[in-house]
């Protein structure tokens, strides 16, 4: 692996990092819930796992069923939309 790509990801998830903990304390400062939509998408590692992503950006249709566990875990249900499946 490169030196050059392994300090981006690390520079952009520790700012990713930063925003989610500052979106946690906003959350918690106005009694909102808040979901991670970070942490559960890493690697061992700390890289994102490209499988979740449709373009190292913008999670995809895999990550659904993760997403859905994390608003349900906060009691939030039926949010989206029946999905047909893909043929």
């Known amino acids: 692996m490169r030196s050059?790509?392994?300090r981006a990801w690390t520079l952009r998830?520790?700012?990713l990092r930063?925003?989610?903990d500052q979106m946690r304390v906003y959350c918690r400062e106005h009694r909102l819930p808040f979901i991670d939509m970070f942490?559960?998408?890493l690697?061992?590692?700390g890289r994102s796992a490209d499988r979740w992503f449709m373009d190292?950006?913008?999670l995809g249709?895999?990550?659904?069923p993760v997403v859905a566990t994390q608003f349900e875990a906060q009691g939030i249900s039926n949010f989206?939309?029946?999905i047909p499946q893909a043929r």
């Open 4 to 6: 050059g790509f392994c």
């Open 13 to 15: 998830n520790q700012a």
């Open 18 to 20: 930063c925003m989610r």
């Open 39 to 41: 942490e559960p998408f």
């Open 43 to 45: 690697e061992p590692d």
């Open 56 to 58: 190292n950006i913008h």
């Open 61 to 64: 249709v895999k990550a659904i």
């Open 80 to 82: 989206l939309p029946s």
